[in-house]
Each structure stands twice: as structure tokens, then as C-alpha cells.
């Protein structure tokens, strides 16, 4: 079992930063990758960004240049620096983490940003 804690949510003006973190805990050891994922009112769950165990790297077209996602691997945890937030960002952010067979999904935190 793998449980994550997703924080760092919040409002935001057009414009402005954020950033989420995601803490990881139980085993670890089997997580392979990890990401988040996003879900905004009447839409469908989509992926944000990812990051794999050997640092790769992907992101969702529509982030790119203005997200970034990292790992502490000391911490367990990973991050979602998010640059250059639009209306179109506010959605529920969830973290994911895949483990073997498995996939765990954080209780996600609210992303609103403000026009």
C-alpha cells in the first residue's frame, strides 16, 4: 500500500504561482512513477505531468513551459511548480502514484485561479 498526501492548493490570481507537493508513504519502494492529474467541473480527469524513478520527465501540451514537476526522493515526495496560472488551471489536482500492479490516488486539493 502506498498512501500520498497531496498539499499546497489554494486561490490564486491569473498570473500568479503555485505550488503542490505530494508526499508519498508505506511502500515506496515498488513506486515506479508518479504524477498528477487534474479534473476540472464537467470535464474529464486528465493528466498534468508525470515523472518516472529515473527522473523522466512528460507533461500535458497545454502545460508545458509554464508547469514543472520534480522529486525529493530523500522526502518522498513530489512537487508541481506551476508558473503563469490561467482560468483554464483551476480544476482539482490529483497526485498518482503507480506501484507494481498497482496505482494509488491521493484525496486531491483545489487549484482556483482568479481572473
Known amino acids: 500500500q502506498v498512501q500520498l498526501v497531496e498539499s499546497g492548493g489554494g486561490l490564486v490570481q491569473a498570473g500568479g504561482s503555485l505550488r503542490l507537493s505530494c508526499a508519498a508513504s508505506?511502500?515506496?519502494?515498488?513506486?515506479?512513477?508518479m504524477g498528477w492529474y487534474r479534473q476540472a467541473p464537467g470535464k474529464q480527469r486528465e493528466l498534468v505531468a508525470g515523472?518516472?524513478?529515473?527522473?523522466?520527465?512528460n507533461y500535458a501540451d497545454s502545460v508545458k513551459g509554464r508547469f514543472t514537476i520534480s522529486r525529493d526522493n530523500a522526502k518522498n515526495t513530489v512537487y508541481l511548480q506551476m508558473n503563469s496560472l490561467s482560468p483554464e488551471d483551476t480544476a482539482v489536482y490529483y497526485c498518482?502514484?503507480?506501484?507494481?500492479?498497482?496505482?494509488?490516488w491521493g484525496q486531491g486539493t483545489q487549484v482556483t485561479v482568479s481572473s
Open positions: 498518482i502514484s503507480a506501484a507494481g500492479s498497482r496505482t494509488y
Open positions: 515523472i518516472t524513478s529515473a527522473g523522466g520527465t
Open positions: 508505506g511502500n515506496i519502494f515498488s513506486i515506479n512513477a
